[in-house]
């Protein structure tokens, strides 16, 4: 199926422009390659052939900050990382996101101590938190769905007001 | 202890008059800390100890004198000897002379020293934190550096420790 199928005689489609932007965002999100710890090994799974990320329009992970859109922060940051996890962030094109996968990024999981941040939440302004110590591939995936579903209720005049 | 280490033993006592223990087949040695220098050189230069292996520290907080005993377990891997020295130290301003002429690997030791309990060591060329961030406060592996960094949030603390939180901004 086509949309050749859906233009009718006229070759035309209506759409608004805020759910043609939203689409286009959601559907070409490249992340960042942005391993920590152990929950990076599964980051690289959901990527493989078995896990598939691609279908979603993510089969690049960028190595580079300024051209992704999406963060996924996999693993702990130490106090030592924090400032150049926000560094990357900040380099970044409007518009990202971020998505705090495992429990050690999201709230500092079995390490609460001195040299960790108790999630991410601390450093950078985070979207999706992905549960799991490490979460598996599916729930990865799952995370990053439900970014697409924010991005694609997002509206201009609340970006406007931001 | 090995019968090849008592002669060892006899040289360092006699010439720093070194408190001398044995646990469990491990040697340690008491020496003060104007002398660990001297007795690093004499061991590395005249009984072959080629290697210090571990540079460290251990706190024994409440206790005040000594309260701290640095630590420098030497190898020697001609003689498949090991022998430790052990240097204590007061609870205020603990310090010990710089070993890095004698042993460079102690360069990221004595660093690591000051990073983690707060012993200077006096000489040292470059005397910044390894591990923590600039401008850490307290030593973490001190007994008194507090243990947890944040209470767990449950479902009847929620809300309290969530104002205390230091969200980031946009």
């Known amino acids: 199926m086509g949309i050749e199928q859906k233009l009718g005689n006229m070759g035309v489609v209506t759409t608004s422009l805020e759910g043609m932007v939203n ?26 052939a078995h896990y598939d990320m691609s279908r979603f329009g993510m089969e690049l992970m960028r190595a580079s900050p300024r051209q992704s859109d999406l963060m996924i ?78 991005v694609k209720g997002q509206k201009f005049a609340d970006l406007a007001k931001t | 202890m090995d019968k090849k280490l008592e002669p060892i033993i006899k040289a360092v006592q006699n010439k720093f008059s070194a408190a001398f223990e044995e646990f469990r087949g491990e040697v340690h040695l008491f020496i003060e800390p104007d002398q660990i220098v001297d007795a690093l050189t004499l061991l590395r230069d005249e009984h072959s100890f080629e290697l210090l292996s571990a540079l460290t520290a251990v706190d024994y907080h409440p206790q005040t004198s000594p309260r701290f005993h640095v630590i420098y377990q030497m190898t020697s891997i001609s003689k ?12 205020d301003n603990p310090k010990v002379p710089t070993v890095t002429r004698v042993f460079s690997m102690a360069l990221w030791r004595e660093r690591e020293l000051l990073d983690m309990f707060g012993i200077e060591a006096e000489g040292h060329p470059d005397p910044r934190r390894i591990l923590m961030p ?23 603390n929620f809300d309290e420790i969530d104002l205390g939180k230091p969200y980031a901004k946009e």
Request: with cysteine; proline share 9%.
């Open chain 2, 80 to 91: 498949n000897l090991s022998v430790q020295l052990r240097v204590p130290l007061s609870g």
């Open chain 1, 73 to 150: 922060v996999a693993g702990r940051v130490s106090k030592k990382m924090g400032p150049v996890l926000r560094r990357l962030y900040d380099q970044m094109p409007e518009p990202k996101w971020v998505i705090a996968m495992g429990d050690c990024a999201s709230c500092g999981g079995v390490f609460n101590n001195y040299a960790i941040y108790q999630g991410v939440d601390e450093v950078v302004p985070v979207d999706v938190f992905v549960a799991g110590c490490p979460p598996r591939p599916e729930a990865l995936i799952h995370g990053v769905l439900t970014v697409h579903e924010k």
């Open chain 1, 23 to 48: 689409w286009s965002r959601t559907n070409a999100m490249w992340p960042m390659l942005f391993g920590l710890a152990c929950c990076a090994i599964e980051m690289m799974s959901a990527q493989s």
């Open chain 2, 134 to 156: 600039e401008g850490t406060d307290g030593y973490p592996l001190r007994r008194d550096f507090p243990l947890g960094y944040e209470e767990p949030q449950f479902t009847f």
